[in-house]
Each structure stands twice: as C-alpha cells, then as structure tokens.
C-alpha cells in the first residue's frame, strides 16, 4: 500500500533534473527554516517571558507608588499624563467587571505566571475590560484610607507587552528563503544546461547527424561527460569515413569482375533462357551493392532547400511511367518542404521499388499534409507488415519472409529510407492501409513562416 501511494506522489512531480532538484532544495530550505523558528521560539521564549512580566510589575509598582505618594488634588492630572504620554490607564476593579480573558499560549502562561508570583496569586489578566482592548492586570493598594485602598485595573497597550513581530519575521524568514532557493535554481540551472546540450546532441546523433562540439567547461564531472561525448562523437565520425571507404573500395573490387562476368555470360553460347537468368543474378547482386552503398552514403553535402513534393512525385512518375510502369499522383493539398531532394528522391524511388517487388503491381502516391507537416506517402496491395513487426523492419538486414515471400533484396530498403528520412528531421511510418495493403509515409519538415 505505502510502496504504491509513494510511486503515485512521484508519479505527479516534474520530470525534469532541473525542477525535480530545486523542489528537493525548496522543500528541505523550508524545513530548515521551521526548525530554526521553533528552536528560536523555544529558547526565546523563557527570556522574553520573563523580561515582559519584570517591566509589567516594574511599571505597576512604580505608578502605585506614585499614586499614594502624590497630592489628592493631582492625581487625576498624574492619570491624566499616565493616558496621554505613557498610554496607561488605571481604572478600579468590580466583581462584575466584563472583561477578556488573554490568549492561552505558552509565553502568556509563563508570563502571566511571572507576574502573579511577584504581584500576589489573587492577580488578574485580561485581554479587554469593558470593550477596551489592551493588557489588563489587577493590582492592590494597601492605604490607610478607603478612598485610596482597593483593587485597581492597570492597562498598558498589548503591543508593548506582547511585541508581536511575529509578521516581520515571517517577511524575513520569506525573503531569507526566497533568495536562497534563488541561488538553489542558479546552482541547478547551472547543471542542467550542459545536460541539456548533451542531450540535444545525443539526438543529433540518433538522427544521423553530426553534433556540435560541447563545451568542455565547468565542473569536473560535466566537463569529462562532455570531454567523453565529443570523443564518442569524432570516433564515430571515423567509424563512418572508414566504412563509406571499404564499401566504395569493395562495391568498385566487385562491380569490375560482375562486369566481366556479364560480358562472358553473354558471348558464352548458352540458350537465352540461361542466360537471362544469369544476367538476372548479376543485375541482383549490382543492385544489392548498390543498396550497401546507398545506406552508407552520408547526404549532409547536399543543401536543404524548399521543395514541392508534388512536383518531386509527378517526376518520379514520370520516369517510371517511360519504363511503361504507370504511377497514380494524388495530391490533396499542396505541400512544400525543407528537404534534400536528391536523398527525398532516393527515399521515394526505395518505396515505389519496394511495392513494385513485394505487391506486384505499381502503387500510388499522395501527397498531403498530415499533423501539420508535409507528407508524401506510397501505398501498395500487397501482404503488409504486421504492426508489431514495423519497427523492426526498419532495421537494416531486416526481411519478413513470412510476410513477403520475394526473397531477393538485402534488407537494407526500408532502412535506407528511415535513415535517409530521420537524416532531414522527418518521421517515417509505415501504416497499414484500409482495404489491405501498406501506407508507407514520409513526414518532413515543414517550410518555416518568414
């Protein structure tokens, strides 16, 4: 039960480092805060209590003394100054007097204690006396008269008593921690920017693409990750250089005998029907080699320029339609986008290729605009992919023999296509299509507004 109520609190967090890490600062800030507040309260407690109870007392007695000790004919002037000047009243006490009694807190108990030890147990306390708000504390006057004897009320402002800057500590304790989970989201942000940038360029490198340098700058532990990426990244670069390199040299080493061979076949004097079979073999095999060297092929000399893909689609149909392969154009909104329109053809002319190979008959081509970006699809009848098999085929040497039975190929077409495609900050999909058959989809980048 706790293990679940725990994974659903983390389940509505952020999800990013940055937040995710200022939260756990914020939140131990604020019960940093707490703790020291109460600590302070507690051991300032005591001392306040007892500083607030002696000036109490204090100023009682002294305005007692001064009551019996002035002249009958001027004590109501002395009152009078008393109310004025000092704010403290004097007014005597009755058994029915409606008063209030004070807050029960702690530092209001100590007080109140304080003051009765000194002042005597029947002392009283009061938060208002009829209506009047204010610190109220009951005295006695011991005099020989009974003008003067008796019990009084004396009255003393509640902010000069209770000091409640309670409010102003808040608004320090507020700007305290404010500016410390400030420098919190400094510190933080400080650290996620370098993962950010690291991970940006790790997509870039999952598109195909080259990344940018990373600044090797900052703690010692994001400057190696850093130092580490960019090693990854140029050893990888090689890796590359080194393979488009063997497969030209191989595809040359091998094209030259294919030729040779042909040439024999041909001028061999078998019957035609061997022959073309031959030829046939070899025409795969170049084909095949081709495909090796297509998929190796980096695109990034070629320019991104704007491009109408229903202008791309009717070329292309037209080349195919000269070899008397007959190639259906449907355009239902008009699509341009930023794209390398030799490596877009290449793509393309895969897709037509591989529904003339596996569907056994031409396909048709749509171009759209499909979530908001240029789309130009190849759609065919034949056997499809499975849904659960349509990543896969993306992968290169990757055949569905049990979905396709034409077994010639290398396995290489549709992943030449999602490279080709990923390579231009686009998306392939390969969907199936109502009626049987497959929608293989091609969603590019669209023309940005100026």
Same mark, same amino acid.
């Given at each position: 039960?706790?293990?679940?109520?725990?994974?659903?609190?983390? =389940?509505?967090? /952020?999800? !990013?480092?940055?937040?995710?890490?200022?939260?756990?600062?914020?939140?131990?800030?604020?019960?940093?805060?707490?703790?020291?507040?109460?600590?302070?309260?507690?051991?300032?407690?005591? @001392?306040?209590? %007892?500083?607030?109870?002696?000036?109490?007392?204090?100023?009682?007695?002294?305005?007692?003394?001064?009551?019996?000790?002035?002249?009958?004919?001027?004590?109501?002037?002395?009152?009078?100054?008393?109310?004025?000047?000092?704010?403290?009243?004097?007014? /005597?006490?009755?058994?029915?007097?409606?008063?209030?009694?004070?807050?029960?807190?702690?530092?209001?108990?100590?007080?109140?204690?304080?003051?009765?030890?000194?002042?005597?147990?029947?002392?009283?306390?009061? @938060? @208002?006396?009829?209506?009047?708000?204010?610190?109220?504390?009951?005295?006695?006057?011991?005099? *020989?008269?009974?003008?003067?004897?008796?019990?009084?009320?004396?009255?003393?402002?509640?902010?000069?008593?209770?000091?409640? $800057?309670?409010?102003?500590?808040?608004?320090?304790?507020? =700007?305290?921690?404010?500016? +410390?989970?400030?420098?919190?989201?400094?510190?933080?942000?400080?650290?996620?920017?370098?993962?950010?940038?690291?991970?940006? =360029?790790?997509?870039?490198?999952?598109?195909?693409?080259?990344?940018?340098?990373?600044?090797?700058?900052?703690?010692?532990?994001?400057?190696?990750?850093? $130092?580490?990426?960019?090693?990854?990244?140029?050893?990888?670069?090689?890796?590359? !250089?080194?393979? =488009?390199?063997?497969?030209?040299?191989?595809?040359?080493?091998?094209? !030259?005998?294919? %030729?040779?061979?042909?040439?024999? &076949?041909?001028?061999?004097?078998?019957?035609?029907?061997?022959? *073309?079979?031959?030829?046939?073999?070899?025409?795969?095999?170049?084909?095949?080699?081709?495909?090796?060297? %297509?998929?190796?092929?980096? *695109?990034?000399?070629?320019?991104?320029?704007? !491009?109408?893909?229903?202008?791309? +689609?009717?070329?292309?149909?037209?080349?195919?339609?000269?070899?008397?392969? /007959?190639?259906?154009?449907?355009?239902?909104?008009?699509?341009?986008?930023?794209?390398?329109?030799?490596?877009?053809?290449?793509?393309?002319?895969?897709?037509?290729?591989?529904?003339?190979?596996?569907?056994?008959?031409?396909?048709?081509?749509?171009?759209?605009?499909?979530?908001?970006?240029?789309?130009?699809?190849?759609?065919?009848?034949?056997?499809?992919?499975?849904?659960?098999?349509?990543?896969?085929?993306?992968?290169?040497?990757?055949?569905?023999?049990?979905?396709?039975?034409?077994?010639?190929?290398?396995?290489?077409?549709?992943?030449?296509? *999602?490279? &080709?495609?990923?390579?231009?900050?686009?998306?392939?999909?390969?969907? /199936?299509?109502?009626?049987?058959?497959?929608?293989?989809?091609?969603?590019?980048?669209?023309?940005?507004?100026?």
């Amino acid at each position: 039960m706790a293990p679940a109520r725990y994974r659903s609190i983390l =389940a509505g967090a /952020p999800s !990013t480092l940055l937040w995710r890490i200022f939260l756990v600062v914020a939140l131990l800030m604020l019960a940093s805060v707490a703790v020291w507040s109460a600590i302070f309260s507690h051991f300032d407690q005591a @001392s306040r209590a %007892a500083q607030t109870a002696q000036t109490v007392v204090s100023i009682i007695n002294l305005t007692r003394t001064a009551l019996l000790n002035a002249d009958p004919t001027l004590r109501k002037d002395l009152l009078l100054d008393l109310a004025t000047q000092e704010g403290i009243r004097i007014y /005597p006490a009755e058994a029915d007097d409606r008063t209030t009694p004070l807050e029960n807190s702690a530092l209001v108990r100590k007080m109140t204690t304080d003051i009765r030890h000194q002042l005597g147990p029947e002392t009283r306390f009061a @938060s @208002s006396w009829e209506g009047l708000p204010g610190f109220w504390v009951s005295f006695h006057i011991q005099a *020989d008269d009974l003008e003067n004897a008796g019990e009084f009320w004396f009255m003393l402002p509640a902010e000069r008593v209770m000091r409640p $800057h309670a409010l102003e500590w808040m608004w320090w304790g507020a =700007a305290a921690l404010s500016l +410390a989970m400030l420098g919190a989201y400094m510190i933080v942000s400080r650290l996620n920017r370098p993962l950010k940038a690291l991970a940006m =360029a790790a997509r870039t490198v999952g598109r195909g693409e080259v990344p940018p340098h990373l600044s090797e700058n900052g703690p010692t532990e994001l400057a190696e990750l850093a $130092h580490a990426f960019n090693q990854m990244s140029h050893d990888l670069q090689e890796l590359d !250089t080194d393979r =488009a390199l063997i497969l030209a040299g191989v595809s040359h080493d091998l094209r !030259t005998p294919l %030729a040779r061979l042909r040439l024999g &076949i041909e001028m061999c004097g078998a019957s035609s029907a061997d022959v *073309d079979a031959m030829v046939s073999d070899i025409e795969d095999m170049d084909r095949i080699i081709g495909q090796f060297l %297509a998929f190796a092929k980096e *695109d990034d000399d070629e320019a991104m320029e704007v !491009t109408d893909l229903g202008e791309l +689609a009717t070329e292309l149909a037209g080349v195919y339609a000269r070899r008397g392969l /007959p190639i259906q154009v449907l355009a239902t909104a008009k699509a341009a986008a930023q794209v390398r329109p030799q490596a877009l053809r290449r793509a393309v002319t895969n897709l037509i290729e591989n529904a003339l190979r596996y569907a056994g008959h031409t396909p048709e081509i749509i171009i759209s605009v499909m979530e908001g970006h240029p789309t130009i699809e190849v759609l065919d009848r034949g056997p499809g992919i499975p849904v659960t098999e349509i990543e896969k085929v993306k992968r290169p040497f990757t055949r569905l023999e049990s979905a396709r039975s034409n077994t010639k190929g290398s396995g290489l077409g549709l992943a030449i296509v *999602d490279r &080709i495609v990923r390579g231009q900050h686009g998306e392939f999909r390969l969907l /199936p299509r109502e009626g049987g058959g497959l929608r293989a989809a091609i969603l590019l980048r669209a023309v940005p507004k100026t």
